[in-house]
């Protein structure tokens, strides 16, 4: 198993150097001036010249780049063009928003998923599966800013139990933060919960036609009895693939849906980022963002090592 963790830990640690390399190439060949764009088309070269200076945008492109992967590694994003404020202190309270939002819609997606895709290779054939399945192909079609508006429409327009839109803040207690992401949390959950239900429902068909399970059915066990004793677990392989980049797109992707809610997150941070030219903020989030991403990733293969002993064994 240590041998194992050290490998994926290499190969995380390649995947975060080759990124860096990426992401500041790509942010670097964009067109626009950031100094030009601060100070408008009416600025004289010289004023021009000098914030590009105090930018530090004067510097070689290497330069520029080792100083920026060495201050992350430091725990320093560098200071933003626009709000002259430390890229790390924005993150930090855009995270708080961010993070909690994946997470609860992560939570309510496989809360949903599970039992469905459960249920639905239970009854395969019958009316209750392809209910399931209906349900799962709407929600796969339907887009989730989509949902959100309908969200907003039906609970905070005319039922009014929740807000439009905005953030309370964990300042102001756990159960009103809670309520200001729970339909943001609910629009992004759905569609994921869609493909996760789908996803586990045939794997466990899979499972049922392996050799092992019908052993146990021979030995007298039911067929509910052998889905849960010897399918669910030998099932868990892809979903936990699926719950991977869900969580991953659930963090990285919610750049819509904190536009509908008007949530003070990263999505949004980056999207305000990219309008004003901030490339030290866009870099530095996107940096974050691919890090949580390869890192769930690691985690992932971690889990499948402890679901499946044979995977430490081929290493």
């Known amino acids: 198993m240590i041998r194992y963790s050290l490998k994926r830990l290499l190969s995380l640690c390649?995947?975060?150097?080759?990124?860096?390399?990426?992401?500041?190439?790509?942010?670097?060949?964009a067109p626009g001036d950031p100094a030009e764009f601060m100070l408008g088309i009416n600025a004289q070269p010289d004023t021009v010249a000098a914030l590009r200076s105090e930018l530090?945008?004067?510097?070689?492109?290497?330069?520029?780049?080792?100083?920026?992967?060495?201050g992350m590694l430091t725990g320093?994003?560098?200071?933003?063009?626009?709000?002259?404020?430390?890229?790390?202190?924005m993150i930090a309270d855009r995270l708080w928003v961010s993070l909690p939002l994946a997470l609860y819609a992560l939570a309510l997606s496989t809360l949903i998923a599970f039992p469905a895709g459960i249920y639905a290779a239970a009854r395969r054939?019958?009316?209750?599966?392809?209910?399931?399945?209906?349900?799962?192909?709407?929600?796969?079609?339907?887009?989730?800013f989509w949902f959100a508006m309908l969200l907003v429409l039906v609970f905070a327009i005319n039922l009014r139990w929740f807000s439009a839109g905005g953030f309370a803040g964990w300042e102001d207690g756990f159960g009103a933060g809670l309520k200001s992401l729970t339909l943001p949390a609910i629009a992004l959950a759905l569609p994921q919960a869609a493909i996760l239900a789908r996803v586990m429902r045939s794997a466990l068909l899979d499972i049922l036609g392996e050799d092992f399970m019908r052993t146990a059915r021979a030995k007298g066990l039911?067929?509910?009895?052998?889905?849960?004793r010897h399918g669910l677990r030998n099932a868990l392989i892809p979903v936990l693939t699926i719950i991977g980049l869900q969580f991953s797109f659930l963090l990285a992707g919610a750049i819509i849906i904190e536009q509908v809610f008007y949530l003070p997150g990263l999505g949004r941070l980056?999207?305000?980022a990219i309008s004003s030219r901030d490339l030290i903020v866009v870099e530095s989030v996107v940096m974050l963002l691919v890090f949580a991403?390869?890192?769930?990733?690691?985690?992932?293969?971690?889990?499948?090592?402890?679901?499946?002993?044979?995977?430490?064994?081929?290493?």
Do not use: C, H
């Open 14 to 29: 390649l995947s975060l150097a080759v990124a860096s390399v990426v992401i500041f190439a790509i942010i670097e060949i």
């Open 56 to 70: 530090g945008l004067d510097q070689s492109k290497l330069q520029r780049y080792l100083t920026w992967v060495g």
């Open 76 to 89: 320093d994003f560098g200071t933003s063009y626009t709000y002259r404020t430390p890229v790390s202190e």
């Open 125 to 144: 054939g019958k009316p209750g599966d392809m209910a399931v399945m209906g349900a799962t192909q709407l929600g796969v079609a339907i887009p989730n």
């Open 222 to 228: 039911s067929r509910r009895q052998a889905l849960w």
């Open 270 to 272: 980056v999207f305000q």
């Open 293 to 315: 991403v390869i890192t769930v990733n690691f985690l992932v293969d971690l889990a499948y090592a402890l679901v499946d002993p044979r995977l430490r064994s081929r290493t």
